[in-house]
């Protein structure tokens, strides 16, 4: 009788809250992460949903999975905190059309991102940053404001003035956000989902992997960026011994570079790339203009800088005459260098020259990136609110094996140490924990957080997360692992506040 009254009281409490744990930890040695999904997603890719918790299970997580009609980022924080509290959870996997928080007054929180708020020019998704730092730093304090109006997934806050004006995440997290119409987003979905989870079975080792700079990187000095391929060297020193290998392009070695990143992109051996480039939302600016070397090359440029001022003249509705009587007074330029700027012919060459300067949304449509994780170390490239984004391409395709990207939602600050703590990555470290790290408003893994390079440890050989760590690893960390790890010491030494700090470092 006791047994019944319990197992009612537990269905009316499931009804009650809307909310369906269809796991729960089994208390074994390994973390716990939860899956938080929307009820039509579950019911369309459910299996490929438990085939997804077996794998992750496999390799030495448990796994509780939350099923509701999410309706507002509130419900969603709420709940992940109270698993912290009661669970312990180390993270987080955003399945499906989980709420997405749209942060105001927070910019301070980001590296770049910098934009008049209530500026008439550019909309609410404009001037908003993305973030499911909403989620995973439980002590950050917002406002609600509202929903939006036309994507009723996003919805408005601004930090409160009283909140932590700093990032410390609690947990990890990760965002499996897919696009366009329902019968073609969950069999994405679905396919994604047994995909990774085949491929987390059979292990995944970093033995090659290549690192691209795109023009305007490092302001373009190539001591910089020989420095910047020097600490990845320092990152992954297994990936220099016979047999493996580590690449480096920088965008000035090569007019065609664009295609032999595609090459290298989509050979089967590769595991990791990583992007040190200008971005956009649908697009990754891959090369600049190579430097005229003779006079005419210099005028042809400057032909084709003055077609590309015309033809948005007109795609603005703006005066295409009016535009070249003011370059030709500003610049003293002859009216001979407008001729035919808006010709059919020559607007088909310019759009192929332009085309292979990039990597657009199609491009990658057409291609089967082989590497497992990749790093976009970029502009927008993570905008996942977008009907369409660079990630989310590279992750979701069906003919890819892509598992992981990290990506940034807006704008991210470049020339900095963007690769730090990186070489914890080849060592087992989690992508979820590695975004731990960063403490950026932007930067977010689209795909799966628990992804790890390595083969099949215990959890305790490789880099635990927080529920995990103790002072006896610190210890072992400062004193006799490798320098990444001495590294990462040394912050958890910070953060722990060690009274004998000064003589630990000594």
């Known amino acids: 009788m006791y047994s019944w009254k319990r197992f009612i009281l537990a269905f009316w409490s499931m009804v ?27 019911k369309q890719t459910g299996s490929s949903i438990e085939k997804y918790k077996n794998s992750v299970e496999n390799d030495g997580l448990n796994v509780i999975i939350a099923v509701q009609k999410w309706r507002n980022p509130n419900s969603v924080k709420k709940f992940l905190k109270d698993q912290y509290i009661t669970n312990k959870i180390a993270g987080a996997v955003f399945i499906g059309d989980i709420p997405i928080a749209m942060l105001r007054g927070a910019q301070h929180l980001t590296s770049a991102f910098k934009i008049k708020e209530n500026s008439t020019r550019f909309s609410w998704p404009r001037t908003s940053v993305p973030s499911d730092r909403f989620y995973d730093d439980f002590d950050l304090q917002f406002r609600y404001i509202r929903q939006d109006t036309l994507n009723p997934q996003m919805h408005y806050y601004r930090l409160k003035p009283d909140s932590p004006q700093k990032i410390n995440s609690e947990i990890y997290s990760g965002r499996m956000a897919l696009y366009g119409p329902d019968s073609l987003k969950y069999q994405r979905l679905g396919n994604y989902l047994q995909r990774i989870a085949r491929q987390k079975e059979q292990g995944l080792r970093l033995d090659n992997a290549f690192i691209y700079t795109g023009h305007g990187y490092h302001s373009e000095s190539l001591d910089a960026w020989n420095s910047n391929c020097e600490r990845y060297r320092e990152q992954f020193p297994n990936l220099q011994k016979p047999g493996k290998r580590l690449r480096f392009f920088n965008h000035a070695m090569d007019g065609n570079m664009k295609y032999n990143i595609i090459h290298y992109l989509q050979q089967p051996s590769m595991d990791l790339a990583v992007f040190h480039a200008h971005g956009s939302a649908n697009k990754q600016y891959l090369l600049g203009f190579e430097p005229a070397q003779s006079i005419m090359e210099n005028i042809e440029s400057v032909k084709l800088f003055l077609r590309s001022k015309m033809r948005r003249a007109k795609k603005r509705d703006k005066s295409p005459a009016e535009t070249q009587i003011k370059y030709m007074k500003r610049y003293g330029l002859p009216f001979a260098w407008f001729e035919d700027a808006l010709s059919d012919s020559l607007a088909h060459r310019d759009s192929l020259l332009f085309a292979s300067q990039d990597m657009f949304l199609y491009d990658i449509q057409n291609i089967n ?62 992508a979820g924990e590695w975004l731990k790290l960063q403490n950026k408003l932007e930067l977010h893994v689209i795909g799966d957080p628990t992804f790890r390079f390595g083969p099949k440890q215990p959890i305790e050989s490789t880099v635990p997360g927080e529920q995990l760590f103790n002072k006896d690893m610190l210890d072992r960390w400062l004193e006799k692992e490798p320098a990444a790890l001495q590294l990462l010491g040394i912050r958890k030494l910070y953060e722990t506040e060690q009274e004998d700090a000064l003589d630990v470092l000594e």
């Open 16 to 42: 009650w809250f809307g909310c369906s744990l269809l796991a729960q930890p089994d208390n074994g040695m390994g973390e716990n992460v939860v899956f938080v999904v929307d009820s039509l997603t579950y």
């Open 369 to 430: 990136p082989q590497a497992k994780l990749i790093y976009f170390d970029e502009c927008f490239n993570g905008a996942f609110f977008n009907d369409g984004y660079v990630a989310g391409e590279y992750v979701f395709k069906g003919a890819g094996k892509t598992v992981t990207a990290l990506a940034n939602s807006v704008n991210v600050l470049q020339d900095v140490w963007a690769n730090r703590y990186f070489g914890l990555i080849p060592m087992g470290l989690r």
